[in-house]
């Protein structure tokens, strides 16, 4: 295995552990030590790839959104009519809003945003680029599909 191919094996594993980590024990209180040791790496594994748990904590939310809109958009330009792509996104989205993993990390996200003003601005960064381009998947699909949300299917 290449040693880039190394690094993003390591990096997975640390964000699945944290992913688990963080969701099983909160933000707080989860730790580096865990995170690591339940990824079968060491500290310095861990801080040859972040600069500490807050920097992996935001790299996990941001690695999660990235994973969220790259399937979005593999949907929207799958060879589907539109109105088939459109039932294939309300699919994933009920899907994925009942993902208790991911709701907690993202319930800790939120927290650290009101709690901590040393990441407050890296979190608005990363929720408004989030934000920027999931607008711009739903412009596509409803462009696309000339239909109008229905509010009662949510």
């Not at 790839?49 to 994973?67: G, T, W």
């Not at 899907?95 to 990441?119: D, T, V, Y």
């Amino acid at each position: 295995m290449k040693r880039k191919e190394s690094q993003q094996l390591t990096v997975s594993r640390i964000l699945d552990s944290a992913e688990k980590n963080f969701s099983d024990y909160g933000f707080h209180a989860a730790s580096v030590e865990t995170i690591t040791m339940e990824a079968g790496y060491s500290r310095g594994a861990f801080y040859s790839n972040f600069e500490n748990k807050e920097d992996l904590f935001l790299k996990l939310v941001e690695n999660r959104m990235n994973q969220i809109l790259m399937e979005l958009d593999l949907i929207l330009t799958s060879e589907l009519p539109p109105n088939q792509k459109l039932e294939h996104i309300r699919t994933y989205y009920r899907k994925n809003a009942q993902n208790p993993k991911f709701a907690l990390i993202m319930s800790e996200f939120f927290q650290l945003a009101i709690r901590s003003h040393e990441i407050k601005e890296k979190i608005r960064k990363i929720n408004r680029v989030y934000n920027q381009k999931l607008a711009s998947i739903v412009d596509h699909i409803f462009n696309d599909s000339k239909e109008k949300p229905a509010l009662s299917s949510y």
